[in-house]
């Protein structure tokens, strides 16, 4: 699959073909901290860079070590060990750097390593068979618009805390149908860029 440009694949990954919205992958994480705009945007930092990076780790390990090596079968135990090793590793520079963000994020800073965003990101770069640089424009195309899409479900979801929602719509009901409609616009870009 080496005739798509790196642009045209981080493009799609960001709108066109965002994991959140078009695959739906990691929406635990994104329905449960987009309640306010900061923690979303540290999440979304943090899914970026862990999603970029380890597109790349399992890619290399991948085409350096798994397939050499004839151990392709063990893929999926692979990439969920660099995953969470890597991880760990954002954790603990996190909570050195940015106690409060830490803090804000709680819960849910260990849970990126079961966020199936970054393991459906490294999934779709070893099916698609993408170069190096094409994993990486993926990954750090798909972090972006997962990034994106939190950050903006947050906004929305902050000025829905000062709007009238029917009684039967509040809470998990009004989130589903703003990424619903979310995800309509989303895929409105559809005809721009496709990568499947």
């Known amino acids: 699959m080496t005739e798509i440009s790196v642009l045209s ?9 965002n994991i959140l919205l078009t695959n739906y992958l990691g929406m635990c994480s994104f ?15 943090a899914v970026t ?20 090596l004839d151990l392709v079968y063990m893929r999926y ?6 995953i969470a090793a890597f991880v760990q590793l954002v954790e603990m520079i996190i909570e ?15 849970l990126i390593t079961v966020n199936c965003a970054i393991l459906g990101a ?19 195309g798909g972090g972006l618009g997962w990034a994106l899409a939190i950050v903006a479900m947050a906004g929305i979801r902050q000025k829905m805390a000062r709007a009238r929602v029917p009684r039967g719509l509040s809470g998990a009901g009004i989130s589903l149908v703003i990424t619903g409609i979310m995800a309509l616009a989303f895929i409105g870009f559809s005809g721009m860029i496709r990568i499947n």
Do not use: D
Request: glycine share 4%; proline share 4%.
């Open 122 to 140: 490294t999934l779709f770069i070893a099916i698609r068979e993408y170069t190096l640089p094409q994993a990486a424009a993926y990954g750090a």
């Open 49 to 68: 860079f862990v999603m970029a990076v380890t597109s790349v780790l399992n890619w290399i390990v991948e085409h350096h070590i798994l397939v050499p």
């Open 96 to 110: 050195r750097v940015s106690e409060s963000l830490y803090s804000a994020l709680g819960i849910f800073l260990p």
């Open 9 to 17: 694949i981080f493009l799609a990954a960001v709108f066109t073909n």
């Open 77 to 82: 135990i692979v990439y969920i060990i660099v």
């Open 31 to 45: 329905l449960a901290v987009s309640s306010e705009v900061k923690a979303s945007a540290g999440l979304g930092m």
